[in-house]
């Protein structure tokens, strides 16, 4: 469930973040311009990415199928705790969506519970 305060907040930057577009409207062609290797990076990326999707949708891949059960063994197990997960991205690409999360271990017993 998200919280209203954590709403309020995603609502409040995203108004901010359309009230600095609209205010820098060629931003993004400029420093594209003036950032060749960074721009050329990225389409090479995104070609990477679309060809990737591709093959997953031509093999009959779906997300679900890249979750693995027996991921987790004795040998590399996560504790319980809180951790800050951050996405891994090429390091020139700046990421600013870091979350702090609680994980909990969960027994081989555990069945899963709707909460509606």
């Known amino acids: 469930m998200t919280s209203r ?10 108004r ?3 009230k ?3 205010k820098n409207p060629d931003y993004w062609r400029h420093y594209r311009q ?3 290797g960074y721009t050329e990076r ?7 990415k679309q060809r990737d999707k591709r093959l997953l949708f031509a093999n009959n891949v779906t997300r679900s199928e890249f979750a693995k059960s ?7 197990s996560i504790k319980t705790g809180t951790y800050r997960i951050v996405p891994f991205t090429d390091p020139e690409f700046a990421k ?5 999360v609680k994980i909990s ?3 081989d017993g555990y069945t899963e519970i709707n909460s509606g």
């Open 5 to 14: 305060k954590y709403l309020g907040t995603l609502h409040n930057q995203q």
């Open 70 to 76: 027996d991921a987790l063994n004795d040998i590399n």
């Open 20 to 22: 600095w577009r609209d």
């Open 42 to 48: 990225n389409r090479k990326r995104q070609r990477e």
């Open 96 to 100: 600013s969506d870091a979350l702090i």
């Open 105 to 107: 271990t969960i027994s």
């Open 34 to 36: 003036s950032h060749p």
């Open 16 to 18: 901010a973040n359309k």
